[in-house]
C-alpha cells in the first residue's frame, strides 16, 4: 500500500504549531486563487487591449484620464491621476510621457502648483479612450459572466471593492456614456 499525500484533495484547514490554520490546497488559499484569477483577467485585458496599441496601465491612465477629465471642473494633476489609477506617481509620469508622444494626451503647467502639471486628453486621446473604454467593458462582462447574474456580479463587486479599499460610491452612469 503506497502511502498517500496528506493535503492531497482535502478541503478545509489543517491547525499549524502556532494554533492558526492554514488552506490544505492551493485551491483553498484565497491569496492564491486571488492570484490566479488576476492573471487570467490580465491575460483577457492583454489581448482586448492590443488592437488599440495599448497596454493595461497605458489603458488605464489614459481612461482615468479621460474620466477625471469629465468629470471634475479641471483636468486633474499627475499626482491626482496617480492616486486615482493607484500607480506610482513616476512610473504615471513616464507612461504619461509615452501617451503625449502618440499625441493621446497633453501635459501642461499646474497653475497651482509650479512643480505639478496637469492631465487632459486630446480629441484622438478621448476617441481612443471610449473606444477601449468599450472594448474593456465588453471584456469585463465576458470574463465576469461566470459569477452569475445581476445579484453575482454585485455581490463580486462589493467584495473587491472592500479588498481594493475603494470607499468612493459609483457615479450614476451617464446615457451614452
Do not use: C
Request: proline residues 6%.
Amino acid at each position: 500500500m503506497s502511502a498517500a499525500r496528506p493535503d492531497r484533495g482535502r478541503v478545509g484547514a489543517r491547525s499549524t504549531a502556532d494554533g492558526g490554520d492554514r488552506p490544505v490546497s492551493a485551491g483553498d488559499s484565497p491569496g492564491f486563487l486571488l492570484w490566479r484569477a488576476t492573471l487570467r483577467w490580465q491575460r483577457a485585458m492583454a489581448g482586448a487591449l492590443q488592437p488599440f496599441g495599448l497596454t493595461h496601465v497605458q489603458f488605464v491612465l489614459l481612461a482615468s484620464t479621460y474620466w477625471l477629465g469629465r468629470t471634475g471642473s479641471q483636468a486633474p494633476n499627475q499626482r491626482r491621476l496617480a492616486q486615482h489609477a493607484s500607480t506610482d506617481v513616476m512610473m504615471t509620469s513616464q507612461v504619461l510621457r509615452g501617451l503625449e508622444a502618440r499625441a493621446l494626451v497633453i501635459r501642461t503647467p499646474d497653475p497651482d502648483d509650479a512643480r505639478a502639471r496637469r492631465v487632459s486628453v486630446t480629441a484622438e486621446g478621448a476617441k481612443l479612450a471610449r473606444r477601449a473604454m468599450a472594448t474593456v467593458e465588453d471584456t469585463d462582462r465576458s470574463f465576469f459572466a461566470e459569477v452569475g447574474g445581476a445579484v453575482g456580479q454585485q455581490e463580486l463587486i462589493a467584495l473587491l471593492r472592500t479588498i481594493a479599499g475603494w470607499d468612493q460610491p459609483s457615479p450614476p452612469r451617464q446615457p451614452g456614456a
